[in-house]
């Protein structure tokens, strides 16, 4: 099941309550769509990219940054990714308006927290969430005062991403 969603581009989210059970969801593009989410062949008509929100997505592991990118597409969002924060700031300053940054708070370079403050600079309103692998030391507080709306452990399920996206960018 899995390699027959991954193939298609999709993603799978699991949630699971003790006493109630799991629930699967599958996510898929629509029929006939690419990676990004236009007919194959085509590209994204520009009124219709600018209609979405843009969101930047900074994770180093390759595999993490490339089913993120797929499901917050599938989500009905712009997504852009970048691999380390240098090529976060060259996206970033190339982007236009970016509603969100999600970024991995541990990256070789310029770290998550050090790449938002950078960001920040460029556009002081900026909001932004954070991947992290690891318990975190810093003060919750503190990171709200630098514009993290919010934290996702990993692994993270789709569930998890989107209901923190959504969050955040206050779509609930």
């Known amino acids: 099941m899995h390699g027959i969603v ?52 900074v994770e180093d592991e390759e595999r993490v940054r490339r089913l993120a990118r797929r499901v917050l597409e599938l989500l009905g969002y712009r997504a852009l990714t970048a691999g380390d924060g240098q090529k976060a700031l060259e996206v970033f300053r190339s982007a236009g308006k970016v509603a969100l940054v999600i970024v991995d708070m541990a990256m070789p370079g310029i770290g998550g927290r050090d790449l938002m403050r950078e960001l920040r600079t460029l556009d002081p309103e900026l909001k932004g969430v954070i991947i992290t692998g690891y318990a975190l030391d810093e003060d919750i507080q503190a990171l709200r005062e630098e514009g993290i709306e919010d934290v996702i452990y990993k692994p993270f399920d789709v569930s998890t991403l989107e209901e923190v996206v959504h969050r955040a960018l206050g779509d609930d």
Do not use: K, S, W
């Open 6 to 57: 991954t193939q298609h581009n999709g993603a799978i989210g699991v949630e699971t309550e003790l006493g109630r059970g799991t629930t699967f969801r599958i996510y898929l593009p629509a029929q006939g769509t690419g990676e990004a989410g236009a007919p194959q062949g085509e590209t994204a008509a520009p009124d219709e990219d600018e209609e979405r929100e843009t969101i930047l997505l």
